[in-house]
């Protein structure tokens, strides 16, 4: 299942000249096509700011389009450069609710030149729905979204 979506995101992103087209395709993408991913969003480094920018997401809308650093599991992401993979989100002192529904949430950083630009963020409905293989498959993607970003030379 992951191969087939990560040839259907490389190809897609081979194709698409418009960042601001690619991304959202890249969250609906992978939301239509995993069940336990029921939000898929991608944050972005604000310049000069501490505090990350939604740019593109699928599902429910979500009132925090700007999250600090620090702030949250993505704010934490932003700070320890590490991916955060939380399966019971009640259990978390530092948890910012986008949705009543979300059990489960999994957040990796996305890299350019070995810096942290962003992150990709996924809340489940489902408590514990993120794997060992969700954080590879993810990982991958942000590597096929980086060499995208860097190739389209966009400010993102």
């Known amino acids: 299942m992951y191969k087939l979506l990560l040839k259907s995101i490389s190809d897609y992103l081979n194709q698409t000249p418009v960042v601001e087209e690619a991304l959202p395709w890249v969250c609906n993408e992978i939301q239509r096509e995993l069940p336990n991913y029921d939000w898929v969003g991608y944050y972005f480094h604000a310049d000069n700011k501490k505090e990350l920018h939604l740019k593109a997401f699928a599902g429910k809308t979500t009132d925090h389009t700007v999250i600090p ?85 966009s400010n993102f």
């Open 69 to 153: 650093f620090g702030k949250g599991i993505c704010g934490q992401v932003a700070l320890s450069n590490k991916n955060f993979v939380v399966d019971d989100v009640a259990a978390q002192d530092n948890y910012i609710a986008c949705n009543i529904d979300v059990k489960s949430e999994i957040v990796v950083p996305l890299f350019i030149h070995g810096e942290n630009v962003g992150q990709i963020d996924i809340d489940s409905n489902t408590a514990a729905a993120f794997s060992i293989a969700d954080e590879a498959f993810l990982e991958h993607v942000n590597s096929l979204v980086a060499s995208y970003l860097l190739r389209s030379k």
